[in-house]
């Protein structure tokens, strides 16, 4: 029956529901990455205005972050077959994710860049330093630091967000409670347990990114 | 596989509505909600900020996904009635994007310089004279630009509805992708991805619009956008 709280089952479907999380984590972390990585390669094409590239990305970040990750892992995890590359849920999912918010970490390097000191550059200049060494030695030294607030913003705002590739089939935490209470037919521990696993993960995390935040002065 | 464009177009463009009225629904709400919420957590009494802080990290804290399948599948369990798809949607799109603007709102309010509050006190007008005449329209204006993008994340998310079965563009491809050939999934997502770029777009119109108005009213020249 259906109804009521039950303690028994709560804590017996807390292990398979701690499994499920697990993937949602790993999930966040390798779409971190991908997103850190992806984005700032965004940000120094859009800087250093390579060729017609600059214009190219800047049309690519406008358009996909416009546009929901849901109809981006659909595009990743059933197109990309069709011309040879097929994926995984997994590694399609942390690709859409991966994608999606270095659209957003691009702006957020970009910004970081531009608060870099002129004097900065003209410095790196003056010492005709290469541009890879003034790039990873003089700029970025300065930039990253500073923006690493708002970056780890978007990697709770990412883990907030993995459940929805349980639509391309990803088993993480959600798709486990869905599983659980189809079982049971108890739909209220499994979905609620997984709500506050959320929240003891994304509050303690988002109270440290904002004591960060205070720290570098930065928004 | 462009002769199936027609078909594919006007197959999804029946999901345009459902999408546009969940988005509008769940902007009013969350319009509602941030106003309330906001101001409340800038209010004098700590209780009332206090139970305005725990519905903001509340919704803030638990995933979207979560939040729509509970009031899908759990609340019809405890209370007994099922809201309808689109509703459910709705009100999650509002409860959880209102958190979000809670907070803008109330970043704004304290951005109003301290000598404005001060100068409203001076020519001794009421707290709510105070707000409502001084305060609040200058900080419409900071408000603005970080709700259009908090509207444009809202928009993306009406596609989460799909998965409770409201018919909206996204659920409508997928009845679609199994009965047409390989070749025009592709077609499918990409008519798909452009509805929402042109959605967006609109509402980034819209609030371009209301930018210069509200900036108007304080005498300012918006910082975006071309002065007219």
């Known amino acids: ?219 | 596989m462009l002769d199936s464009l027609p078909l594919i177009l006007s197959f999804l463009m029946a999901g345009v509505p459902p999408t546009v009225l969940a988005t509008v629904g769940g902007i009013a709400l969350t319009v509602v909600l941030s106003a309330v919420a906001g101001l409340a957590l800038v209010s004098r009494h700590r209780a009332v900020r206090a139970v305005s802080r725990v519905y903001v990290e509340f919704f803030r804290g638990t995933s979207e996904v979560v939040q729509l399948f509970w009031i899908f599948f759990v609340l019809p369990a405890l209370v007994g009635y099922q809201i309808i798809p689109l509703g459910a949607g709705i009100l999650v799109l509002g409860l959880n994007h209102g958190a979000y603007g809670a907070e803008i709102v109330r970043g704004a309010v304290r951005a109003v310089p301290r000598a404005q509050h001060e100068g409203a006190v001076a020519l001794s007008l009421s707290p709510w004279d105070r707000m409502r005449r001084v305060v609040l329209p200058q900080a419409v204006v900071e408000m603005l630009p970080p709700f259009t993008n908090l509207f444009i994340q809202l928009l993306k998310s009406t596609a989460l509805l799909s998965l409770v079965v409201v018919d909206e563009v996204v659920r409508r491809g997928q009845l679609l992708v199994p009965n047409l050939g390989v070749g025009e999934k592709l077609t499918i997502y990409l008519v798909e991805l452009v509805i929402y770029l042109v959605l967006a777009l609109l509402i980034t119109a819209g609030m371009r619009l209301l930018e210069r108005r509200a900036a108007a009213r304080v005498g300012r020249v918006p910082a975006t956008g071309v002065a007219t």
């Open chain 1, 1 to 219: 029956m259906t109804g009521g709280w039950d303690w028994a089952y709560a804590v017996e479907i807390l292990p398979a529901l701690w499994r499920g999380l697990q993937v949602t984590l790993l999930a966040t972390l390798l779409g971190s990455l991908l997103a850190f990585g992806l984005g700032l390669v965004f940000a120094v094409v859009q800087r250093n205005r390579v060729a017609v590239l600059h214009r190219v990305v800047w049309a690519f970040v406008q358009f996909w972050r416009s546009t929901p990750l849901l109809v981006q892992a659909y595009v990743i995890y059933q197109v990309l077959p069709d011309v040879g590359i097929t994926l995984g849920s997994l590694a399609a999912g942390v690709l859409a994710l991966g994608l999606h918010y270095a659209c957003y970490t691009s702006e957020v390097y970009r910004a970081g860049i531009e608060a870099v000191p002129p004097g900065q550059w003209e410095a790196a200049a003056a010492l005709s330093l290469p541009r890879s060494r003034v790039w990873l030695a003089v700029v970025l030294p300065q930039a990253v630091p500073r923006v690493l607030p708002a970056l780890g913003n978007y990697v709770i705002s990412m883990f907030k967000e993995v459940p929805l590739l349980l639509a391309i089939g990803l088993v993480e935490v959600v798709t486990v409670a869905r599983q659980l209470s189809a079982e049971s037919f108890r739909p209220v521990e499994p979905l609620t347990l997984a709500g506050i696993l959320f929240l003891l993960i994304s509050y303690p995390a988002s109270v440290v990114v904002r004591r960060l935040e205070r720290r570098t002065g930065a928004r």
